[in-house]
T-cell receptor, first 115, second 109 residues
């Protein structure tokens, strides 16, 4: 059973389109995250939600909007896609934000290619 | 601003060799440090988590050490196997998790 799942696994789209990536975790965790891994393989946090509440919002364009309908889901919606948005997007979850002993569990990633 | 550096960027060794991967970070005010493994086309798998108060953690053939004061961690892999081939990422946790670029390890049969 997949602990953190993402759909789709691959996404190829045209510049200017709007797309969404879905993430679900079945671990009963309170906190979920979105990370972006660019072409240089640097993995950087974008957003973090704890119990559906936004707690970390890094400097990402307003075109990126996370949505958490419930504790088990954190979806990423991207408007007006640009070439530079091409990357691998990873979803992750952990038991508690303030739990310094907690490890984060990562999904398999969504490979987004903007043409 | 926390920065995490991993050396070397790539490493190729023959099967059976013991090896060490290095990680350094600029701000020693961390809660913990994690080592992850990333396989091509797959997500990240957490290997070891060391709390800031700990010096090392062991799991099977893996041993990770932490010297918080000097901002360094090492991941020691004993008796390497071809299945160990992957990219190994180091990440430090303070307010958020900050990753290094990783070391791509290839273990040749």
């Amino acid at each position: 059973d997949t602990a953190v799942s993402q759909t789709p696994k691959y996404l190829v789209t045209q510049m200017g389109n709007d797309k969404s990536i879905k993430c679900e975790q079945n671990l009963g965790h309170d906190t979920m995250y979105w990370y972006k891994q660019d072409s240089k393989k640097f993995l950087k946090i974008m957003f973090s939600y704890n119990n559906k509440e936004l707690i970390i919002n890094e400097t990402v364009p307003n075109r990126f909007s996370p949505k958490s309908p419930d504790k088990a889901h954190l979806n990423l919606h991207i408007n007006s896609l640009e070439l530079g948005d091409s990357a691998v997007y990873f979803c992750a979850s952990s038991k508690r934000t303030s739990g310094i002993k907690e490890t984060q569990y990562f999904g398999p990633g969504t490979r987004l290619l903007v043409l | 601003k926390q920065e995490v550096t991993q050396i070397p960027a790539a490493l190729s060794v023959p099967e059976g060799e013991n090896l060490v991967l290095n990680c350094s970070f600029t701000d020693s005010a961390i809660y913990n440090l994690q080592w992850f493994r990333q396989d091509p086309g797959k997500g990240l798998t957490s290997l070891l988590l060391i709390q800031s108060s700990q010096r090392e953690q062991t799991s099977g053939r893996l041993n990770a050490s932490l010297d918080k004061s000097s901002g360094r961690s090492t991941l020691y892999i004993a008796a390497s196997q071809p299945g160990d081939s992957a990219t190994y990422l180091c990440a430090v946790r303070s307010e958020k998790l900050v990753f290094g670029k990783g070391t791509k390890l290839t273990v040749n049969p």
